[in-house]
């Protein structure tokens, strides 16, 4: 039997399967439900941009600003990345703001085919690397400006993409979105899925009920007849049932990664993804503002600077669109913060993605399977790490509303090694060969982005 296919029991079939039938019966309830969150959407992103920065007594319950930056990185964000680590993409299919519009606007738009570099595999990674530097660069997490321009700029565009590709579909979401590249990696370890009975779909008599059961738009445009994958599928439900074939189910959360096919030029992209995103950029975007190390670094160069008496390295940037810019509350980036800052997230990624990627490359040749293939067993290890990071964020801002989570670091680090055995565990089941080597250079992979961690949370 097809791992893929294998399902779990602790949960009756049938249940699930007529809940994957109500999404369906009940989409105009889940449109209404998206639009709601549209609407809290802009007002959480724009509003607060043309409102003065909040003042040092102000709380998250009794500012908007500050309450739209806990919604955004302290709840909404990281508890995104956890649902699609067990959901899947219901964020997408259901929740989703820029889903909602893009796909709106595609109703109403010009309708044409989509270009062929429109379709280049390396846009979302692209996407992800360009956006979360930007967002380094401009403090998205402090300040409400950078959150308009970044995250508005983002809806601005899906909305443009809506109105020139497709008819009714979501083709930002599949193929520009910056964070869809890291939904994909995510959901081929989520247990919850559609699947696809291929036989039944095509034992269906043309003109029967069963193949005529309704007419599914899948907006993010999936051949569901052939669909094997979790990765693109945002678990609308509207394809339950379609032919008698497909139904929500559970599955082993390994099942994917140990029955999927490797190497095509698209996995290529989101093995880079793994190993340079996730593991590397953001792991630089999260820890440079708790660098010691970055600090001495900028302190060294600051006086070689003066004593070669080049000011303008040390004059303010002055654009709070390129780098931070804030002078009344004293928080303003010189050329020399921003190359720094730069620098530190530059040389992390390579560091560190570069490390993972070396130790997967070595895998691989042991397992005899190409290094793609064995970068997807690190996907638990590279979601449980963006949700630390963004957890972060959470427990920073319950700290300065004077709630202290003092176990946070030693939980982290737990969940973080957890997700490096189960990584471990795939490697040694993917394997048809040396097995336990394989296993131990995709610990080595995660080493050191893990001891990265430990040394924020413990030494820093």
């Known amino acids: 039997m097809n791992p893929v296919a294998q399902p779990l029991v602790f949960l009756p079939p049938q249940r699930l399967a007529r809940l994957g039938l109500l999404l369906r019966r009940h989409q105009g309830v889940i449109m209404g439900l998206q ?9 959480l992103v724009a509003v607060p941009a043309f409102l003065p920065l909040p003042p040092e007594h102000t709380h998250l319950w009794d500012n ?34 820029e889903g909602a519009l893009t796909e709106w606007a595609s109703r109403y738009g010009l309708g044409r085919g989509m ?41 601005l565009a899906a909305v443009a993409a809506g109105l020139i590709w497709g008819r009714e579909k979501r083709v930002w979401c599949r193929h520009l979105c910056p964070v869809s590249g890291v939904f994909s990696l995510l959901a081929k370890v989520a247990p919850l899925h559609y699947r696809v009975d291929q036989q039944a779909w095509d034992s269906a008599p043309p003109g029967s009920r069963a193949s005529r059961t309704h007419v599914v738009n899948c907006a993010p445009l999936i051949n569901i007849r052939r669909m094997d994958s979790a990765s693109a599928c945002h678990m609308c439900g509207r394809c339950a049932g379609e032919r008698d074939a497909v139904q929500l189910s559970l599955r082993r959360p390994d099942s994917e990664i140990l029955a999927s ?57 002055g654009l ?43 895998a691989g040749r042991l397992a005899g399977l190409d290094w793609t293939r064995m970068a997807y067993t690190l996907i638990p290890f590279a979601g449980i790490s ?73 030494v820093w």
């Open 35 to 43: 639009w709601s969150i549209v609407l809290a959407y802009v007002g």
């Open 64 to 97: 908007l600003t500050r309450f739209a930056q806990f919604a955004f990185w302290g709840i909404w964000w990281p508890f995104v990345i956890l649902s699609t680590l067990t959901l899947g993409r219901v964020w997408c299919g259901v929740l989703c703001p």
């Open 115 to 155: 270009p062929k570099w429109l379709k280049w595999g390396g846009w979302p990674f692209l996407a992800f690397v360009s956006t979360t530097v930007f967002g380094q660069m401009t403090s998205i997490y402090e300040y409400p400006k950078p959150v308009l321009l970044i995250l508005g700029g983002s809806t």
């Open 261 to 317: 096919q490797s190497g095509a030029g698209n996995d290529l992209w989101a093995a880079r993804l793994l190993a340079f995103g996730m593991l590397g950029v953001a792991l630089g975007a999260f820890q440079w503002s708790a660098s010691p190390w970055l600090v001495t670094l900028k302190q060294a160069l600051a006086e070689w600077l003066v004593e070669h008496e080049i000011w303008w390295a040390l004059d303010p940037v």
């Open 320 to 362: 709070w669109w390129l780098f931070t810019d804030y002078p009344e509350v004293n928080d303003v980036f010189t050329w020399l913060d921003g190359g720094v800052l730069l620098a530190y997230i530059a040389a992390e990624t390579l560091v560190v993605g570069g490390w993972v990627w070396g130790w997967l490359k070595v």
């Open 386 to 458: 963006v949700f630390v990071g963004l957890s972060l964020l959470t427990t920073g801002q319950l700290a300065a509303e004077g709630v202290a989570v003092p176990w946070a670091g030693h939980l982290r680090i737990g969940l973080l090694g957890i997700a490096a055995l189960w990584g471990a565990s795939l490697a040694w089941r993917l394997a048809p060969q040396r097995r336990l080597a394989s296993a131990l250079t995709v610990v080595l992979a995660a080493a050191l982005p893990f001891s990265a961690w430990a040394v924020q949370f413990f």
